[in-house]
């Protein structure tokens, strides 16, 4: 039994470990697509016309009659622009025209070579700073999440944690932990990472990107002197054979981003966002924890959860969040890119695209969680994320009002480079112990 444990263990990392690869920066390729507009930093003033520089290498030199073909447009919109061409010397000057207003265009390649097709992107920015939301809070958007609050807070936690030692170092115990979520009969699962040295330490709550997979916590973190709590948000226990998590997520769970979404109480991402809170009230819990240094941290559908934590509970002193999904939903109703996971885009606008639907969406758009904040946050992402599209990511930044910090690192999509990673690790290792990464 022993043996099988540490070898299920083993398959969890790995498992893990896959997955943030997969977000990871896209593998390199023999035939490169290479483009990127005609300003250094890829920002433009609106009005001013951007052109798109694109050279087709192998082996590092230009491929001579390279066949492309090109789209111009607004990010995640139909094209206002398509060409098809031979490239004489592998190289082009795309004219892409310039936007009227604060937003983004994109130029999408795809070059065609012995029967292959090789990808690029570039994404031009217009005055991003003045891009304005196009939701809107509702009245009653505070009743609405302190009545929830309230009515959480009444549930007893009903904690149940299970060391697991095969994942336990020299430093730090690590734990399963199953807690009762905001109702009676609904629970919440994480791993828990804590420094075995008696002490008081600061914590790290970590939110999870989208998606239904296993977690591994975060032991290289613990080690730093930090408590470290990373949740899973469906309900189910974090430690199963990853076999189980690729089921659900084919099966019960694919689409779980839609479920219940013309109802504002029974929306799928009440319970995720409550749990949120939950989870702080387990760390407040902890006999280790020092009483008032706290931090989330997550990217994608993790960076929507890191601000909508930070603004819905003061307990979170500060956050760093990577290409935040669910922002600006309805940008796709106006004319423009809206926020992952795109629920009122042309696809899933015949569905989605109702009143009822619309309305609640406002109650979970991270745009109006942003409104909220009040604490320190650490922010990155690129301009041609076509996950979390740029437009709906300033939307949000643009209206925060407390203290803030911007990575940008253009070229990046819904991927980051290992310069990202650690400058976040860093910021949030200076806010909670004062101090760099061991």
Request: aromatic fraction near 12%; include cysteine.
């Amino acid at each position: 039994m022993k043996k099988f444990s540490r070898i299920s263990a083993v398959f969890l990392l790995i498992a893990a470990i896959g997955l943030s690869i997969a977000q990871a920066q896209p593998v390199e390729k023999f035939v490169k697509v290479v483009i990127a507009p005609d300003h250094a930093d890829w920002n433009y003033k609106i009005g001013e016309k951007v052109k798109f520089q694109l050279t087709v290498l192998r082996n590092s030199e230009p491929v001579p009659n390279a066949i492309v073909r090109y789209e111009v447009g607004l990010e995640m919109m139909k094209p206002s622009k398509i060409d098809s061409l031979t490239l004489k010397d592998g190289k082009l000057v795309i004219e892409g025209g310039t936007l009227p207003s604060a937003g983004f265009l994109r130029c999408k390649v795809s070059a065609y070579l012995d029967g292959n097709k090789y990808d690029g992107i570039a994404t031009a920015a217009f005055s991003p700073e003045d891009i304005k939301p196009t939701t809107d809070t509702p009245a009653d958007f505070l009743d609405f999440w302190d009545k929830a609050k309230a009515e959480a807070a009444k549930i007893p936690m009903d904690v149940k944690l299970t060391l697991l030692p095969e994942r336990c170092t020299e430093k730090v115990n690590v734990y399963h932990a199953n807690i009762q979520n905001y109702k009676v009969g609904t629970r919440l699962y994480g791993i828990l990472c804590v420094p075995k040295k008696e002490g008081k330490y600061p914590a790290l709550l970590k939110v999870p990107g989208a998606g239904v997979r296993p977690y591994a916590g975060d032991v290289a973190m613990a080690e730093n002197g930090i408590i470290v709590f990373e949740i899973g948000i469906h309900g189910i226990p974090v430690t199963m054979d990853p076999a189980v998590y690729a089921d659900m997520g084919r099966g019960v769970l694919d689409g779980y981003p839609f479920y219940n979404l013309d109802d504002r109480d029974r929306y799928y991402y009440k319970r995720v966002y409550l749990g949120c809170v939950r989870s702080v009230d387990f760390i407040y819990s902890l006999p280790q924890f020092d009483g008032k240094t706290l931090a989330v941290t997550g990217g994608s559908q993790g960076g929507a959860l890191s601000i909508v934590t930070a603004g819905l509970d003061n307990r979170i002193k500060y956050l760093a969040a990577f290409y935040p999904a669910l922002c600006d939903l309805t940008g796709y109703l106006n004319g423009r890119a809206g926020g992952w996971p795109h629920m009122f885009n042309d696809y899933n606008k015949a569905f989605n695209a109702k009143k009822d639907k619309i309305e609640t969406s406002k109650y979970y758009d991270v745009v109006n969680f942003a409104r909220q904040l009040k604490v320190p946050g650490f922010y990155s992402w690129g301009y041609n994320d076509v996950t979390c599209p740029p437009t709906s990511m300033f939307s949000a930044y643009n209206v925060i009002t407390a203290p803030k910090l911007l990575f940008v690192v253009q070229e990046t999509g819904h991927w980051t480079y290992p310069e990202q990673t650690e400058k976040s690790k860093q910021w949030l290792l200076q806010q909670l112990i004062g101090t760099s990464a061991k």
